[in-house]
């Protein structure tokens, strides 16, 4: 059966949103220096309003999806990216860095939570046969707006300063991001209707199944193995010498990396099977690892992060698929959300406390054999849900 063609506008639409929010997420590091030099703040200090972000996106999802789940995707979206514009605006009248933590930190982190589940959700519902590659492109637009919207930031900055970039980006998340959500649409399978809610399993009821917490436990043991090298593969790679330039374009590399994952992955998937698949990329992520352990120069760390990006980026593409595989359309955006919100603890704490380590050891070396560990259980993990039965929804 194929599918109607406005699942394809939808995917493209998701592409968009997440392009928009991501591209936000990650232009943080274009703003560290400026708001250290305005507040005259410590790194930590300015580090927490990144990672106070991301923890309230990873925990809030839950609470985006539901709300999507019953007031639609297209209505939260837009919310969501009007809270990211205004929180942005905000942000560029800041005279203190607490004001930043309000604005920017609580702002940007409440506005992609209203974005990520509900927009990455609205696209399974659509597809059947090909669910995997349409997850994939979507999620892909996390990697292009980590890797463009930085880059223009970072121009916008020399050419407006950060206040004038800040509110530039603002508009743009309001031309581009609300353009996106707006395009947004609920698949008909997945509406409700006069006879009850759309084929599904309830939030509640996927709760107390199995499948979801074998899921729930991957994404947990692997979420510190996924932030640690977005934080640290640079540092790593200024201890062995390399230049700046070339040590930050390894997180350029991940985004590559993640972006072949994402469109590829989620294909590959849809024939070999999505469950299967997802143990594979949770075995290949700590496998990748060996490479960082070895690396006696830039070649190795650049094979690494190309490495973890193609894994990385095909774990996120197959986590909304297998969702809807497991539970169906009736409440998808909410388990969704839910599932994420095990990836906060690891996204805060993980790339703190392998700097914890490093300045006590003065070696990666133990957190490379925690993250392969953590992968391990991970791949455990997910080697379960291959013989979760899917029911017919």
Known sequence: MSEPRYAWVVVWAAFFSLAVIFGVAYSFAAFFESFAAEFTAQRADVSLVFGLSGLLYFV????????????????????GMLCIAGGLFATSFAHSIATVYLTYGVGIGLGIALVYSPSIACVQPWFTRRRGLAAGIASAGIGAGTLVVPLLVAGA??????????????????????????????APSAARSAAGAAPGASLREALHSSGFWWLYLSVVAAAPTMFIPFAHA????????????????????????????????????????RNRTLALMQASMGASYLLWHAAGGYAALALFALWFGLSYGGIVSLLPAICMDLFGARAVSGII??????????????????????????????????????????????????SVRHPSY
């Open 60 to 79: 809030l999802g839950a609470g985006g999806g539901m709300l999507a789940d019953h007031y639609g995707p297209r209505l939260v979206c837009a919310a």
């Open 234 to 273: 640079s540092a790593a790679a200024r201890d062995l010498g390399i230049d700046d330039a070339r040590a930050v374009g390894l997180v350029g590399l991940i985004g590559i990396g993640s972006l072949v994952g994402r469109f590829t992955i989620g294909a590959l998937a849809d024939r070999l099977g």
């Open 337 to 386: 959300g839910t599932l994420y919100s095990g990836a906060a603890l690891g996204n805060l704490l993980g790339p703190v406390m392998a700097g914890a380590v490093f300045d006590a050891s003065g070696s990666y070396g133990p957190v490379i054999w925690a993250c392969m560990a953590l992968s391990a259980l991970a791949t455990l993990a997910s080697i379960r849900l291959i």
């Open 157 to 186: 900055i020399a050419w407006l300063q950060w206040r004038g970039a800040m509110r530039t980006l603002a508009l743009g998340v309001l031309i581009v991001g609300l353009g996106a959500t707006l395009l947004l649409k609920r």
